[in-house]
């Protein structure tokens, strides 16, 4: 089991910065891939970034890439997601995951073995 703990949420100003970080616990932190999901209401989750085991290879969904940047320290076994310029459509509850298999793989699919609860980031326009 991986227990997964998101953090850092709030309400921004468009145009503003926040960092969310997810701690994690149980098995070994570097033996997962890790990223991070949205989702907005009224709207399905959707994948945002992914960065593999020790952090070689990242993946950005395209509404985000150049503003957001993935990063994670194994010896803190935290992952987090620095988003920058941030938008009103960025508006969302933003979930960590966990997967066994590939960060690439978390591009295509949310079948990720673990999940973290969720934070909420709102945008004001």
């Known amino acids: 089991q991986v227990q997964l703990v998101e953090s850092g949420g709030g309400l921004v100003q468009a145009g503003g910065s926040l960092r969310l970080s997810c701690a994690a616990s149980?098995?070994?932190?570097?033996?997962?891939?890790m990223g991070w999901f949205r989702q907005a209401p009224g709207k399905e989750r959707e994948f945002v970034a992914a960065?593999?085991?020790?952090?070689?290879?990242?993946y950005y969904a395209d509404s985000v890439k150049g503003r957001f940047t993935i990063s994670r320290d194994n010896a803190k076994n935290t992952v987090y997601l620095q988003m920058e310029r941030l938008r009103p459509e960025d508006t969302a509850i933003y979930y960590c995951a966990a997967r066994r298999t590939t960060a690439q793989a978390m591009v295509t699919s949310l079948q990720n073995d673990y999940w973290g609860q969720g934070t909420q980031v709102t945008v004001s326009s």
């Open positions: 960065i593999s085991k020790y952090g070689s290879s990242t």
């Open positions: 149980g098995r070994t932190f570097s033996n997962y891939p």
